[in-house]
C-alpha cells in the first residue's frame, strides 16, 4: 500500500492508494480510510469535457480513481428539487387523533340524534369554535381526538340523545424559514404536517454542495437537533422523517462535510459525506456505504 498525503489543504488533500489488485479509497478528509472495494491502478485524469458536468467534488475523486464516480445522494437531491415544482395535496388521510388543532385549521362538525345538523367552521384566532345553542368552545391547542371529547360533552349537556362526530376539512399554514445551501433560502408557508424534507422540497431542495448529514432544525423555543438524511437514504432509521414542523421552526443547510470515495467491485461505489465533526471512517461504515462487495 501506498499513502500519499499533499499538505496544500485542510481537508480536501488525503489520497491512500492500494496498489494492485487490492482496495482503493481517497479523502477529502484527515485521517486513515478503509474499504472494501478492490480496484486497477489509478489512471490518466480525464478530460475537462468529461467532467464538465459532474459534481467539483465527484469530478476530482473520479480522476484520482480512473472511473466515473457520483455523490451519494444525488438522485435523492434531485427528486427533492423535482418534487419542489409539483403542488402537494392536503394530507387529510394522514390526520389522527393526536393532531393539534391550531387557528387557521377548519372543521366540519356533524351532530346527529335528536339534533341533525352539519357545520363548517374555521378555528378563529382567539383558538375557539361556536356552535349554536352552544357555549364557545377553547379548540386550539387539543388535539382532535379531546376536541371531539370535549364537543360531545358540550353537546350531552344541552341535547339529548345526541353524538357530535368532528372531521378535519383543511389544514392550517404555518410559517417556517429554510436558510443555508438550497435554492430558495427565506419564510415559507407550509402545511402544519409539514415535515423538515416538505420544506426543504418548498424551498427548492438541497444545493450539490450543500450537507445531506447536517441538516439543522430549530424551534422558536430554542430547542435544537441535527437531522442526518443518511439515515433515510440508507434505511437505518425510517422515522427520521416523520418529525412534523411547528410555526416559528428554523431549518439551515450547511456546507457538505468532510467526504471519502469508495472505488472498485463493490455494489454502491461513490463519493460519500461522513458524519459531523468525523474525519475517517471504519471498515464497517465503510461497507454500509458500500453496500459490501
Known sequence: MIAKTLPDGPRHRHVIRHIGRTALAMAFAVGMLTTSAHAAPLKQRPSSAQTRTEHPIAADYSARAGSRLTIFGDRFRASLARDSNTEQPEPLGQIGDDYIIGAGDRLVVRLR????????LTIDRSGRIALDELNPIMAAGLSLGELRDTLQDAVSSQFLDTR??????????????????VPFPGPLQ??????????????????????????????????????????????SNPAANRVTLHAGDRIHVPPIGSTIAIAGAVKRPGVFELSPGKTTISLEEAILFSGGP
Open 190 to 235: 407550509i402545511s402544519s404536517l409539514a415535515t423538515p424534507l416538505d420544506a426543504l422540497k418548498a424551498a427548492g431542495g438541497i444545493d450539490p454542495m450543500g450537507s445531506l448529514r447536517a441538516v439543522i432544525l430549530g424551534s422558536e423555543g430554542g430547542n435544537r437537533s441535527v437531522i442526518d438524511l443518511y439515515d433515510l437514504l440508507l434505511g
Open 113 to 120: 340524534g335528536s339534533r341533525n345538523e352539519t357545520t363548517e
Open 164 to 181: 357530535a362526530f368532528v372531521t378535519i376539512d383543511g389544514i392550517r399554514q404555518i410559517s417556517v424559514t429554510v436558510t443555508g445551501a
